[in-house]
């Protein structure tokens, strides 16, 4: 006897998403479209907003708006996705509704050709846009060649593609997937003897795992400062809007991307790496922007990219149903003995070990990952 028979109805599956994000080679035509795609975009956005602003300035209330209304009035718009028009809509839209949140008064901004990012985002309808041997067929552009440079699991379905183009002059696709998520359970996670890591964030390296190991997070950003810094200050010699001033700039803006492109790929190997060896891993929940404000971290927190490092874990165990674990963050990970338990009222930044009466003597970063870890397990046992 099936569940259908016996009336059953299984709850929604819970759907999940992710985004991939592949190079594009648009020829000169699809060039061509693409910059007009930016500049309606940005056309549509800007004029929606200047409406709704006099609107508002004249009633104290906004009205509804699309861009079909600007059609009539500027034809060439139909000449790009529409789609991609209406998505406008939405994000202006989303930052009105931002906007009328109490405690957050910050009115949308216009947006300018030379300092917004340049993109627009569309959407799959009726299987207009399709991924299929290096070719990502998109409404209006036709087949773009694209590098992609990763599988997309089976099961997983497109719901968005977002184009842009870089500073380096490079275009980008990001695709976003859906795909139904995993029962929120680990298997095995609740185990006495399930693989649990713990995880602390720590300045040299990044992170410090109750394994006892650490990262070697490389530090891309610092190594290559002074380079950049050096290109940086040509760039200021050379004259505004000048052939070499145009070179020049492109040439830092790759080499930014590439710092970039370097981090993102260590901590992407870093995190698969971590998510399959583990059942479940437990991070502190600290707030990252909090820290490096009032600590004076600055560029080493932004450099050790330890966020997007926590992103990255927390979906890669999504996807196989593992778990990933956040520790309260008035948990006392680094006051806290990891032997007996014993809580200590000071701990200066400089105490690089930790001396505890019972007799541990362990790496300060360390004594705090297996905290982590101890408490990680505790969370998932209890739940
Ligand atoms: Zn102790």
Known sequence: MNNRTEGHSKPPALKAQRAYRFRLYPDREQEKLFHRTFGCCRFVYNRMLADKKAMYEETGKTKRLTPAGYKKDFPWLKEVDSLA??????????????????????YPRFKSKHRSRKSYTTNVVNGNITLEDGRLRLPKAGTVRIRQHRRIPEGYVLKSVTVSMEPSGKYYASLLYEYPARENQTPGADREDAKVL??????????????????????????????????????????????????????????HEKIRNQRKDYLHKLSRDLADRYDAIAVEDIDMQAMSRSLHFGKSVADNSFGAFRTMLAYKLEEQGKSFVK??????????????????????????????????CMDRDLNAAVNIRDEGRRILEGA
């Open 198 to 255: 713990g995880i602390d964030f720590a300045m040299r390296g990044m992170a410090v795992f109750s394994d006892g190991s650490r990262a070697e997070y490389p530090g891309y950003y610092r190594l290559a400062q002074e380079r950049l810094a050096r290109d940086q200050r040509r760039l200021s010699k050379c004259k505004k809007g000048s052939r070499n001033y145009e070179k020049q700039k492109r040439w830092v803006a790759l080499r």
């Open 327 to 360: 520790v309260g963050r008035f948990f006392p990970s680094s006051k806290m003995c990891s032997r007996c338990g014993n809580v200590k009222k000071e701990l200066r930044l400089d105490e690089r070990v930790y001396r505890c009466s019972c007799g541990l």
């Open 85 to 106: 028009l209406a998505n406008v809509q939405l994000h202006l839209e989303a930052a009105f509704a931002r906007f009328f949140e109490p405690g957050k008064n910050r």
